[in-house]
């Protein structure tokens, strides 16, 4: 099968039978074998019996429904367990994303080498208000991520080699970061491509401000989960040691200055009346609380099944004669 067509849904009953219309029609006209997996997400209106007949009319119609709503992550990542086309594409239900796009992607997972092309919705129909906040969310995971040629990491339309999903796993929010995920599973050939930006036809958007705040927080996961995930130890022991010291060497320093008065006959007062040393006290505490922080975390990924499952590209190997 040439292509996977993923879109999860929430709520998008009037625009259903037009973009799977639109989407038969591209796959026609361009020879390409084809299956369109419908996500519910727990849908409260009329979509999953939408569904239930698109998928009588076209045979590549499938579905799959949840019974409540989980978010657009678990949905996505139910897709791509299910995926069976060489490439994935991954598109939003509400008609803002046009499936005119769908062969110059496949183009460039198919002949161009990209294991993931994101698009970029360039011109964009979105008030200010969404527009000037996603600006800044994209140039902080550019930053983070170091995946400098993205200008738009969430982007609902997306292309993927089949491979990529199936060593991804999208959880939570995740799906803002998809790109990230690949490039720390080891797919770094990572595209992207201007596409047409339609001003929404139906219903309403389902996300709010909330998703940025939360956006950052996942980034932070991210990349802390990333670089330190199987290495806690080089994080909290680095730091709660310097934190042990630098309060370690500021009480000591409290005390010297106190036995200096008490040496040159100078008026002193109680190590315990300065403030400094309780400072001193919270600091050393601190710093051993993170040290054991990590030592716990290393006894966690030490007896972890998964702490030597590495992802291997290719193998060679010579068979004894």
């Given at each position: 099968m040439d292509i996977s067509v993923i879109i999860p849904l929430y709520n998008e009953a009037e625009s259903l039978p037009e973009?799977?219309?639109?989407?038969?029609?591209?796959?026609?006209?361009?020879?390409?074998?084809?299956?369109?997996?419908?996500?519910?997400?727990?849908?409260?209106?009329?979509?999953?019996?939408?569904?239930?007949?698109?998928?009588?009319?076209?045979?590549?119609?499938?579905?799959?429904s949840f019974r409540r709503n989980y978010g657009k992550s678990p949905a996505l990542n139910t897709g791509f367990v299910r995926a069976q086309g060489d490439v994935v594409i991954t598109m939003d239900a509400d008609l803002q994303d046009s499936p005119d796009e769908i062969p110059a992607l496949y183009d460039m997972i198919k002949n161009e080498g990209y294991d993931?092309?994101?698009?970029?919705?360039?011109?964009?129909?979105?008030?200010?208000?969404?527009?000037?906040?996603?600006?800044?969310?994209?140039?902080?995971?550019?930053?983070?991520?170091?995946?400098?040629?993205?200008?738009?990491?969430?982007?609902?339309?997306?292309?993927?080699?089949?491979?990529?999903?199936?060593?991804?796993?999208?959880?939570?929010?995740?799906?803002?970061?998809?790109?990230?995920?690949?490039?720390?599973?080891?797919?770094?050939?990572?595209?992207?491509?201007?596409?047409?930006?339609?001003?929404?036809?139906?219903?309403?958007?389902?996300?709010?401000?909330?998703?940025?705040?939360?956006?950052?927080?996942d980034l932070a996961t991210l990349w802390f989960t990333n670089k330190f995930g199987v290495k806690p130890m080089h994080f909290f022991g680095l730091l709660g040691s310097l934190m042990f010291i630098l309060g370690f060497v500021a009480a000591a320093a409290v005390g010297i200055i106190k036995l200096y008065h008490m040496h040159?006959?100078?008026?002193?007062?109680?190590?315990?009346?300065?403030?400094?040393?309780?400072?001193?006290?919270?600091?050393?505490?601190?710093?051993?609380?993170?040290f054991l922080t990590g030592f716990l975390g290393e006894l966690i990924v030490r007896n972890s099944p998964r702490r030597n499952d590495y992802e291997i590209e290719e193998e060679l190997r010579t068979e004894k004669r």
């Open positions: 973009l799977e219309q639109w989407i038969a029609r591209v796959m026609a006209d361009n020879g390409f074998s084809y299956e369109i997996l419908f996500i519910n997400d727990g849908s409260t209106d009329d979509s999953w019996d939408v569904i239930r007949r698109l998928a009588e009319s076209n045979p590549a119609v499938k579905g799959v993931l092309v994101s698009g970029w919705k360039q011109k964009r129909y979105d008030p200010l208000s969404k527009t000037i906040p996603t600006k800044l969310f994209n140039a902080t995971a550019r930053r983070v991520s170091g995946i400098k040629n993205l200008h738009d990491f969430n982007c609902g339309l997306k292309a993927y080699r089949n491979k990529v999903v199936k060593h991804i796993e999208v959880y939570g929010d995740m799906h803002r970061y998809i790109p990230y995920l690949a490039k720390n599973a080891g797919f770094t050939r990572i595209g992207e491509k201007v596409v047409h930006h339609q001003a929404r036809k139906y219903g309403k958007t389902k996300f709010g401000l909330d998703r940025f705040v939360n956006g950052y927080l040159t006959g100078q008026s002193y007062s109680l190590v315990t009346d300065s403030p400094y040393f309780y400072i001193s006290l919270v600091m050393m505490i601190l710093g051993t609380q993170l």
